[in-house]
Structure formats: C-alpha cells, structure tokens
C-alpha cells in the first residue's frame, strides 16, 4: 500500500467442506495487520475437481460464492479465479451463475505451458476471454487476464498476450515468476 499497490488475497476451495471454505475466505477478507492494513479485493480460485459429479461442484461453488458475496457485501471487490478452456472441468462450467456474484473473472489463461509462439498466446488469450464472454452472455464482463509465468516468455509471446488481451478489451493483465 506504500508504494501505491493494492492488494488482493485469493484461496482455493476443495468444494468439499463449504463451512471450511467460507470460513477461509472470510478470513482473508476480515484481515486487518497491527497498523489496520487490509486486502484491497479478495478473488476465490475456482479449479478444484476433488467433487464429483461436475453437477453437484458446480452447485458447491455457486453456494459458496452466494455466501462470500452475502457476507463481504455488495461493495467489496470480488473476483472469480477461472480455470483456462483447455482444463478439463468435467462438464460446462457455470459462468452465468457466478457473473452476478463477482466484480471480475480472472481466467488461468497459462498460455505459458501450453505454447511457445506469439501466434499461440493469442489464440488462447482469445478462447478464453471469449469463453467467459459467451457464459456470461455479455460483451462488457470484466476480465483480468492472467498469462502464465513471465519468466519462460520471450518479448513477442508476452507482448502478444499484452496486445490480444487490451484488443478483447480486458481490464488488465498479469504474469507471474515461478
């Protein structure tokens, strides 16, 4: 915050335990430090499959995203951490249900793992925008595109993720080192 950067805490949710999961993010949340810091946002990482079938995970993460929402209040910035179009999810993933209930999504494009061409981060920043653009059935979602880990891109394939995901009209973008 010193340095004018906000902060914002994620978990990842098995989907097995909801009190537990609540309980987890509400924690993160509600954190204040000794000087009353706190995180700016709060974004749930949705990629767990340890649920099954994909009918009743899908239920699970909608009923915990409702009780987060319910319990951070409608002003709180929440973000839904998405898995990328090539995640094998099990069945449709549930974009429509969780727009309501999140300020943003954060696709896990991981072009990065996937390719090793500026063509290649294109084309999967693309599908998954689009992905989310199409179960959310509106043009004007906000998307922060996460790419993959900056230290295994060159100049081209992160410039062309940077370039695809403003044309698609993306709030923002991020990489990570590994």
Do not use: C
Not at 6 to 31: H, K, Q
Not at 103 to 112: G, Q, R
Not at 146 to 161: C, H, P, R, V
């Amino acid at each position: 915050h010193a340095n004018g950067i906000r902060v914002v805490a994620w978990y990842l949710p098995g989907f097995d335990n909801l009190n537990r999961d609540l309980e987890r993010s509400m924690a993160a949340i509600n954190f204040r430090t000794a000087s009353g810091q706190r995180f700016d946002g709060f974004a749930l990482d949705i990629e767990a499959r340890i649920v099954t079938p994909v009918a009743k995970r899908n239920a699970r993460m909608l009923e915990l995203s409702r009780k987060i929402r319910a319990k951070a209040g409608r002003r709180y910035p929440l973000g839904a951490i998405t898995p990328p179009w090539f995640y094998e999810w099990g069945g449709p993933f549930p974009y429509a249900g969780l727009a309501p209930l999140y300020d943003a999504f954060l696709p896990m494009i991981y072009f990065s793992g996937r390719t090793t061409s500026a063509h290649g981060a294109r084309v999967h920043t693309s599908r998954n925008i689009e992905e989310i653009r199409q179960g959310t059935g509106s043009n004007k979602t906000p998307i922060h595109a996460i790419g993959g880990i900056a230290d295994e891109l060159n100049q081209k394939e992160s410039g062309a993720f940077v370039r695809t995901a403003l044309r698609r009209k993306a709030i923002g973008v991020s990489l990570y080192d590994y």
